[in-house]
Structures are given as structure tokens and as C-alpha cells.
């Protein structure tokens, strides 16, 4: 883990993103600057659409960047014949890479937080920190080790790290989505399986009324105004919101399994 992480520490792909992730926050803080009755109407709404939206998409590059080729790298690179010849475990090699690639992200996702709390503490005063952040922050978390955990499958399942790189930003950015969408205003089925579904915890704690439950609630067509433009039938169920306790449920489940799987995958796979 120290080593992994003093690589990527110094590496220019943690510079970029660091970069990239403060120019999004000079972004957001010029939009709610111009936008500012959308934004900052109070601080529960503020910190909902924009921690609530941004903190995902975050996680995400950061899973990219750090994990993408995390395990396919070591084949495409070839360390990973001189790596395995040391006297050490798959299971010690994989998770140090895994830690050190979450410290990793977390520092990035630290860097959003402070950018948004800044922002906050100009408009509504720096003790204005609602008591939601810390329960958002932790939601965040688990999605943030749960994409990780995912990425690190995938770069187990190839020995190519551009791969695992684009199937992980195509299932995170839009595949989960998209399947969301699908389920739900098509086939008017509850997507408790998607970590997408789960992940909408993070800025639904902020709600003044908040579903701290392990079921999700369903709004329907006629309390949306007439069909919601995706339901088949008036009446039927056309969007679910993730109780809190089922939200986390549901990505420490997502974490524990593909660790498990990845790592499963990467004690099989011969360097010869």
C-alpha cells in the first residue's frame, strides 16, 4: 500500500485529476455565482443538488484513474512478473493496491468537498454546515469503495488496462443509468439492484422529510401531474427513491462481492 500510493501520489494521472477536479469546482462556483436564486435558496437544497449530484461523478473518475489499471497493468506492463516472484500473497499485493488507491481517491474527493463547503460558507456563513453532510459524506464513502471494489473486478477480468478503463466509465456514467431508466418507466420494476439506484442516497438525505427505511418509496403517475412522461399507465409506479438504510445496504453488498470476485479472479490469473 505505501509504495502503490507514493507512485500514485507522484504520478501525472493524480496531478491531471486533481486539475480537472478543481477546474469543475471553479465551474460550479461561477454557475451558482450567476445562477444564484437556483442554488442558494438554503443550504440543504444547496448541498443536495450539487454534493448530491457532484460526489458520485467524482467517485467515479477517481475509480477510473486509480483502479482502472490497478491489476491489468501489472500484465501490460509486465511488473507483474517480477512482482509475483516475491515472497508475497495475491491477497496482500491486491489489497494494498486497493488502499492505496482509495486513500488516494479520497484525497481528490476531499478536494470537491472543500470546494463545495467553501462555496457554502460564503452564502450561508461558515457554521451553516448542515447536520446531513456527515451521513451524505459517509453514503459517499461507500459508493466511493464500492465503484473501487468494481473497477478493480473488471481490471481483474483483462490484461489490457484500456478496457477496464472504458467499460468502468461507460457501466458508471451512463450503462447503470440508462438500465435505471429502463426499469423503472418501462418495465415498472423497483431497480434495487443498481448501484445507480442506491447512489441517489447521497443527496436524498438532504430532503427535509428523509427515508431512513430498508424499502424504497415509489411516487406515481397521477401524484406527478398525469403519466410523468415515462408510465405506461396512470397510476403505476414511475420513479423509486432508496431508503437510506437500503441505499447502503445495497452498495456494501455491490463492495463485498466484487472485492471478493476480483480478488478470487486475480489469485487465478498466471504470469507465464
Known amino acids: 500500500m505505501k509504495y502503490q500510493l507514493r507512485e500514485y501520489l507522484l504520478s501525472r ?61 501489472e500484465f501490460q506492463n509486465r511488473t507483474g512478473y517480477f512482482l509475483m516472484g516475491l515472497p508475497l500473497r495475491r491477497a496482500t499485493v491486491y489489497v494494498g493496491k486497493y488502499l492505496a488507491a482509495l486513500v488516494a481517491s479520497c484525497t481528490v474527493l476531499m478536494l470537491f468537498l472543500g470546494i463545495l463547503v467553501a462555496n457554502g460558507a ?8 448542515p447536520g446531513q453532510l456527515a451521513p451524505s459524506l459517509a453514503l459517499a464513502g461507500a459508493y466511493l469503495v464500492s465503484v473501487l471494489a468494481m473497477t478493480f473486478l473488471l481490471s481483474s477480468l483483462f490484461k489490457n488496462g484500456a478496457y477496464s478503463f472504458v467499460l468502468t466509465a461507460i457501466l458508471f456514467l451512463a450503462g447503470f443509468s440508462l438500465l435505471q431508466d429502463f426499469m423503472q418507466g418501462l418495465a415498472q420494476l423497483q431497480p434495487w439492484e443498481l448501484i445507480s439506484y442506491a447512489s441517489q442516497t447521497i443527496g436524498e438525505v438532504f430532503q427535509p422529510r428523509v427515508n431512513w427505511g430498508l424499502y424504497g418509496v415509489g411516487v406515481k403517475a397521477a401524484d406527478v401531474g398525469g403519466g410523468g412522461g415515462v408510465a405506461l399507465h396512470t397510476g403505476n409506479v414511475v420513479a423509486w427513491t432508496p431508503g437510506i438504510a437500503e441505499g447502503a445496504v445495497i452498495m456494501m453488498a455491490y463492495w463485498a462481492l466484487t472485492l471478493f470476485v476480483g480478488l478470487a479472479l486475480f489469485k487465478q490469473e498466471e504470469f507465464s
Open 122 to 129: 460564503l452564502y450561508f456563513g461558515a457554521g451553516a454546515l
Open 13 to 73: 494521472r493524480f496531478v491531471i485529476l486533481l486539475l480537472l477536479v478543481a477546474a469543475i469546482g471553479v465551474l460550479i462556483t461561477a454557475i451558482v455565482a450567476h445562477f444564484r436564486g437556483a442554488y442558494v435558496s438554503d443550504n440543504l437544497s444547496f448541498y443536495q443538488s450539487l454534493w448530491g449530484g457532484g460526489a458520485g461523478f467524482v467517485a467515479v473518475l477517481s475509480a477510473v484513474f486509480f483502479g482502472g489499471d490497478a491489476i491489468a497493468g
